[in-house]
């Protein structure tokens, strides 16, 4: 009954998208008046907590220039930045008096030293406290501080620049080693901060093609594997990643191998190949993607390390007559998938909001996320007001567990979001999930103010 409902609801908005007429007044009409560049639209830069040497954005010749040895040429900027966010979240899954209540602050700070357009020193931190409201427990109030971000990322011919003075040798090669963030196939198969290089050769020619990219990857500390407590496990990953611009479609291919002790859950490989286009219909044109991942135990399955494959599917288009935005995806797992390397939740939160945490509450996604025997869906509409400093997505989604006493879920879900001049903006989303075959449904809200420095 649930996926007939949202097969419905799914027709319907398709039906009214492409049926609606886009006349002049249509905001998303391009106009036939030729225009001028209007600078007077044009916000003023809102500038970091702190700037020292120079301003990132400055008129005239730069400042504190030297060559090294090397032939490279520096002039140097420190920029401090981040955002504070705080919120309160509140999920009754377990029934009346039985929920979480809690207060989030987080704090992410980054350090940016830049020495040219192509190299810079980064240093971030991500500091999160809670206060734990109900159930009551003294002892439940948090406080972490981790540092997510040290790294230092080149350009080869930038750094050692008499190695190609022309500029006409392939060694357009950009290098970032240290702690970072490294996310690949849209955290399908990586969502992780590692210590790790990546080396990355752009603007490889190939006949056919616009433009194509290939990166390495080595990873060797502060991995993150698919355990119940998500610890750091003991173990080298290696990755080979690949994309391709192809006629009007996007390829990405990526391939990793996870060396991993038995004690740290098992050798595992993973293939992954997506690919992104636009598709034509009705006068309307729809953004599609298209992905399979696999996973596999080289020395058969742990907890960690899965058999499995998944199929995610995803659509989305700006009905005619309207600048909003429709979104449909949809997603199947067989066996048991396991990503590469994730830090926290499944891969699943690009389905939607009750596939997705927001960053703050400690409860995680109002459906699981996780890519166990089992499919789902989601389908939302996201409608933009005010000159799109205020927006509004609805959404309804589904999924179906194939696991032993799974539980199937229907959930629906609302957030509002609205900007506040340049560096704020408030959100508050509430969502409602079914579950079957139990007497308690689960209900939250999730709010948050955020402030950019």
């Given at each position: 009954?649930k996926?007939?409902?949202?097969?419905i609801?799914?027709?319907?908005?398709?039906?009214f998208?492409?049926?609606?007429?886009?006349?002049?007044?249509?905001p998303?009409?391009?106009?036939e008046e030729?225009?001028?560049m209007?600078?007077?639209?044009?916000?003023?830069?809102?500038?970091?907590?702190?700037?020292?040497?120079?301003?990132y954005?400055?008129?005239?010749?730069?400042?504190?220039?030297?060559?090294l040895?090397?032939g490279?040429?520096?002039?140097?900027?420190?920029?401090?930045y981040?955002?504070?966010?705080?919120?309160?979240?509140?999920?009754?899954?377990?029934g009346p008096?039985?929920?979480l209540v809690?207060?989030?602050?987080?704090i992410?700070a980054?350090a940016?030293?830049?020495?040219?357009g192509?190299?810079?020193i980064?240093?971030?931190?991500?500091?999160?406290?809670?206060?734990?409201?109900?159930?009551e427990?003294?002892?439940?109030?948090?406080?972490?501080?981790?540092?997510?971000?040290a790294f230092?990322?080149?350009?080869?011919t930038?750094?050692?620049?008499?190695?190609d003075?022309?500029g006409?040798?392939?060694?357009?090669?950009?290098?970032?080693?240290?702690?970072?963030?490294?996310?690949?196939?849209?955290?399908?198969?990586?969502?992780?901060?590692?210590e790790s290089?990546?080396?990355?050769q752009n603007t490889?020619?190939?006949?056919?093609?616009s433009?194509?990219?290939?990166?390495?990857?080595?990873?060797?500390?502060?991995?993150?594997?698919?355990?119940?407590?998500?610890?750091?496990?003991?173990?080298?990953?290696?990755?080979?990643?690949?994309?391709?611009?192809?006629?009007?479609?996007t390829?990405?291919?990526?391939?990793?191998?996870?060396?991993?002790p038995?004690?740290?859950?098992?050798?595992?490989y993973?293939?992954?190949?997506?690919?992104?286009?636009?598709?034509?219909?009705?006068?309307?044109?729809?953004?599609?993607?298209?992905r399979?991942?696999?996973?596999?135990?080289?020395?058969?399955e742990?907890?960690?390390?899965?058999?499995?494959?998944?199929?995610?599917?995803g659509?989305?288009?700006?009905?005619r007559g309207?600048?909003?935005?429709a979104?449909?995806?949809a997603?199947?797992a067989?066996?048991?998938y396991?990503?590469?390397?994730?830090?926290?939740?499944?891969?699943?939160?690009?389905?939607g909001?009750l596939?997705?945490g927001?960053?703050?509450?400690?409860?995680?996604a109002?459906?699981s996320?996780?890519?166990?025997?089992?499919?789902?869906?989601?389908?939302g509409?996201?409608?933009f007001?005010?000159?799109?400093?205020?927006?509004?997505?609805?959404?309804?989604?589904?999924?179906?567990?194939?696991?032993?006493?799974?539980?199937?879920k229907i959930?629906?879900?609302v957030?509002?979001?609205?900007?506040?001049?340049?560096r704020?903006?408030?959100?508050?989303?509430?969502?409602?999930?079914?579950?079957?075959?139990?007497?308690?449904?689960?209900?939250?809200?999730?709010?948050?103010?955020?402030?950019?420095f």
């Open positions: 009954m996926w007939k409902f949202i097969g609801i799914f027709v319907g908005i398709i039906i998208s492409v049926s609606t007429v886009a006349d002049d007044s249509s998303s009409r391009y106009s030729p225009l001028a209007r600078t007077d639209l044009v916000p003023e830069r809102p500038k970091p907590a702190l700037e020292l040497l120079q301003d954005q400055r008129e005239g010749r730069l400042g504190y220039e030297a060559q040895p090397t490279m040429v520096i002039s140097p900027f420190f920029a401090l981040g955002t504070y966010r705080t919120g309160i979240q509140v999920n009754d899954k377990n008096d039985q929920g809690e207060w989030v602050h987080k992410d980054l940016n030293l830049t020495l040219s192509t190299e810079r980064l240093i971030g931190t991500s500091n999160k406290a809670r206060k734990i409201y109900q159930p427990d003294d002892t439940a109030n948090q406080l972490d501080v981790d540092i997510t971000t230092f990322e080149f350009d080869l930038e750094v050692l620049a008499k190695l003075w022309e006409t040798k392939p060694l357009d090669y950009g290098v970032t080693v240290g702690r970072q963030r490294v996310f690949i196939d849209d955290g399908f198969l990586i969502d992780d901060s590692m290089i990546v080396v990355t490889i020619h190939i006949p056919g093609t433009y194509a990219r290939v990166a390495a990857l080595y990873a060797w500390d502060d991995i993150d594997r698919y355990t119940s407590k998500r610890d750091h496990i003991e173990g080298d990953l290696y990755g080979l990643f690949a994309t391709v611009d192809r006629h009007h479609s390829i990405d291919l990526g391939m990793t191998y996870m060396n991993s038995g004690k740290s859950g098992g050798d595992q993973n293939i992954s190949l997506a690919s992104q286009q636009p598709v034509i219909l009705f006068n309307t044109s729809f953004d599609t993607t298209f399979i991942s696999k996973s596999g135990g080289i020395d058969g742990t907890e960690e390390a899965g058999n499995g494959t998944l199929f995610y599917s659509i989305s288009w700006a009905p309207t600048d909003n935005i979104y449909f995806n997603f199947g067989f066996g048991r396991r990503a590469a390397s994730r830090t926290t939740g499944g891969p699943l939160g690009r389905m909001l596939f997705s927001n960053g703050l509450a400690s409860f995680g109002p459906i996320n996780g890519t166990e025997k089992a499919h789902g869906a989601a389908l509409y996201q409608m007001f005010d000159g799109h400093k205020r927006n509004v997505v609805l959404e309804i989604g589904a999924r179906e567990d194939r696991t032993t006493n799974g539980i199937d959930g629906v879900a957030n509002v979001s609205q900007a506040i001049r340049q704020m903006f408030i959100e508050v989303g509430g969502f409602g999930v079914n579950l079957e075959d139990s007497r308690h449904n689960t209900y939250g809200l999730r709010t948050t103010f955020a402030f950019t």
